[in-house]
């Protein structure tokens, strides 16, 4: 008697153009990948056609989007990564998702009240209510991710770089983020605070002195042992450490000497680092340089940040001992994960600080060249998360898609070179700071530019030089420091000379 009944039921809906329970959930989930098809299907042409219309619109237009990053991929991706990073796009994006999903889902839930039978049967009405809560989460999950990996993204640029601009640099201005400069010095920093040690070293410190129409960069190393550093004058720390004695500790040190009385000694004290912010100016200080920006990352969180775009690949020619386990990268080409790609640029074992620098400029090379923009974009979530945990910067958000571009701009057209501030040219112990801010000079801009860099010889004078010089010692710069036999340094990290290595000769 119940099927019976059943049957009377479902005679007159069928009968009124409604399709019988199946049919229903079938034409409901097809407005999952077609919606407004049981619009269509139930008559109602107008809303099927505008559903339908729109969303293949969208298709298209996803297509046409497409087929561009195809054709320019290296610049759309750029723009795009550009455009992740900044918090209007983040918010526009989330907000379109949102919407899209609403919608969706939407119209999945009316597909099914217009088509669904008019019987009160229970049994049926759970089926259905069950089988739409399905559909709507196949749309509701993957926009639940998109908005969690938005949310990340939104939230990491507010952690890691802070205020939109700085109230110390004129206003951002897109069409000219770098105010018509020439170059822009970034101090690289990696900080090492294991659990082994007292506070935080900063045993990595390099500016990267960047061409902003070239790309061409050149990589200034400051040994972490540098020695008898001044301080600006007038400030806190000059005043402390006063010359000729000054600062008896090493430059690695000027971190943590800072971050202990941040409010007495830092020359910034509300900065958001005041002890990087003081290192930063205290180089620029030291190099008379203009360092317009820095950026810090904790050593270990560096292995976390390779990790997060898939490893680098490097070239190793002699094996590398590392750590206290007794590990060893072996020589050929591999592809090294956050652990031993840290211990590559860390390691000093059968090895010096000088040597290791060297290694530390091929990492940073092999990063530019191996990362793309659409790393940005296909590691978002790790690579935020990474980011969040292990980077502190000055860089405002303003300027983050303009040093997007910049990067790509090193990566396809620049040269990278590199500079170690370390013997024989600089005495670490006691730096003679006038011949290291020409040595810099020379390095950054090649001896062409600055009415202080000694005049190049003639051409005929050199040559008489050069045949003088051979003629008394045809010893080589380094046999001279060292006294050794060897024309070279077996460690191709350490610097030898007065011009910047070509890092492309440098590392293998």
């Not at 170059?183 to 605070?193: E, F, K, M, Q």
């Not at 402390?240 to 007495?264: I, M």
């Amino acid at each position: 008697m119940a099927a019976e009944d059943e049957r009377r039921d479902e005679a007159p809906e069928r009968q009124s153009g409604r399709p019988g329970t199946g049919g229903a959930l079938l034409w409901t989930a097809a407005s999952v990948p077609l919606p407004g098809a049981a619009h269509l299907r139930m008559g109602r042409r107008k809303a099927g056609v505008l559903i339908l219309g729109l969303y293949l619109l969208g298709i298209v237009a996803l297509g046409l989007g497409a087929y561009l990053l195809g054709a320019h991929e290296s610049g759309a991706m750029t723009v795009l990564a550009g455009m992740a990073v900044q918090d209007v796009w983040l918010l526009g994006a989330m907000g379109a998702v949102f919407a899209v999903a609403v919608l969706w889902m939407s119209v999945i839930v009316h597909s099914w009240v217009i088509t669904r039978p008019e019987g009160r049967g229970r049994g049926r009405r759970l089926i259905g209510a069950v089988t739409v809560l399905l559909l709507c989460l196949t749309v509701a999950a993957p926009s639940a991710w998109a908005l969690h990996a938005g949310y990340t993204a939104y939230e990491t640029l507010g952690s890691v770089f802070g205020s939109p601009e700085r109230e110390d640099l004129p206003p951002h201005d897109a069409a000219d983020p770098w105010y018509g400069a020439e170059r822009i010095n970034v101090l690289l920093i990696g900080a090492d605070s294991g659990d082994n040690r007292y506070g935080t070293r900063t045993d990595t410190m390099m500016v990267a002195s960047v061409d902003t129409h070239s790309g061409d960069t050149v990589l200034v190393g400051m040994p972490r042992n540098l020695e008898d550093i001044h301080f600006p004058e007038d400030s806190a720390l000059a005043e402390r450490y006063p010359e000729p004695y000054g600062f008896d500790l090493l430059l690695n040190d000027v971190y943590q000497t800072v971050a202990e009385e941040p409010d007495e000694l830092a020359l910034n004290p509300i900065a958001p680092d005041p002890a990087a912010d003081t290192l930063k100016k205290v180089i620029a200080y030291n190099l008379d340089l203009q360092v317009d920006y820095y950026a810090m990352v904790d050593m270990m969180g560096f292995r976390d940040l390779i990790d997060a775009v898939g490893g680098i690949q490097v070239r190793i020619d002699e094996p590398i001992p590392y750590g206290v386990h007794g590990g060893v990268l072996e020589p050929g080409l591999r592809r090294l994960d956050g652990h031993d790609a840290l211990w590559y640029g860390r390691s000093r074992v059968n090895s010096d600080d000088y040597g290791r620098m060297g290694r530390q400029g091929c990492l940073i090379k092999y990063v530019a060249e191996q990362v793309e923009p659409s790393t940005v974009l296909t590691s978002y979530r790790r690579l935020a998360g990474a980011t969040k945990r292990t980077l502190t910067t000055d860089i405002p958000q303003s300027k983050v898609p303009a040093f997007i571009e910049l990067a790509d701009l090193v990566t396809d057209e620049g040269a990278m070179s590199a500079f170690q501030l370390s013997p024989p040219q600089v005495n670490t112990a006691a730096p003679d700071w006038e011949e290291v801010q020409e040595l810099v000079q020379e390095a950054i801009v090649g001896g062409s530019e600055g009415d202080d860099l000694p005049d190049e010889p003639s051409e005929e004078a050199a040559e008489d030089e050069e045949s003088e010089q051979e003629s008394e010692d045809e010893r080589t710069e380094w046999q001279e420091y060292t006294g050794l036999d060897e024309e070279s340094p077996a460690d191709p990290g350490r610097q030898v000379g007065a011009e910047a290595s070509d890092l492309d000769a440098l590392c293998p």
